[in-house]
């Protein structure tokens, strides 16, 4: 089972295009799952816990978010993220999630087809966050920033952030035990104790 998107020529700009064809291909049949919401790319996609929703996140003028129910083959819901660039999301549970970029953190409720963002709350200037991840049994958000820092986030309130990498964190994972961060000038892993 793989996911594919599928791209058209550049010169497509409208919705109704194939920007943004979803389909799901078992062996060598694909499945049509969605047509036409995002503008020029798909440029991040996740799913659920429980993988019955894809969360897509498109390169409009506003980063613009599609849910899909993966099952039944529909659109659930819209809405426009940032204009700036989104560069991770992870999936707290089946209704909420939280979308990172590089000028925003949103912590987004999912209730039926609709979808409300709320902006983290910061004290200093937010740094750009390039990746993100739920941790600690799903109690805290972490991220990782240009600068290097990782940032645990308290609800949607930023807490201690420390320094995690020597260059910017470009992937984060939390396994049950430990939290693994990716970067630095140097490529390298670091395996931080929960």
Request: with cysteine; hydrophobic share 35%.
């Amino acid at each position: 089972f793989f996911l594919m998107l599928r791209r058209p020529p550049r010169s497509t700009q409208s919705r109704s295009s194939a920007a943004s064809d979803v389909y799901k291909r078992q062996g060598i049949n694909a499945e049509y799952m969605g047509k036409g919401f995002h503008l020029r790319a798909v440029q991040w996609i996740c799913f659920s816990p429980d993988g019955s929703k894809l969360l897509s996140f498109g390169q409009d003028d506003d980063n613009s978010l599609a849910i899909y129910d993966w099952a039944q083959q529909r659109l659930i819901t819209t809405a426009k993220v940032d204009q700036a660039k989104v560069t991770g999301a992870c999936w707290k549970s089946e209704t909420e999630f939280v979308s990172v970029g590089l000028n925003h953190i949103k912590f987004w409720t999912v209730s039926g087809s609709n979808v409300k963002g709320q902006r983290g709350k910061v004290s200093d200037k937010l740094q750009p966050i390039l990746c993100c991840t739920q941790a600690f049994g799903n109690k805290v958000c972490v991220t990782g920033a240009a600068d290097g820092s990782l940032t645990v986030w308290q609800g949607n309130s930023a807490g201690k952030s420390i320094k995690g990498h020597n260059g910017q964190v470009v992937g984060i994972y939390a396994g049950k035990e430990y939290l693994y961060t990716g970067g630095g000038d140097n490529g390298s892993v670091i395996v931080w104790s929960c």
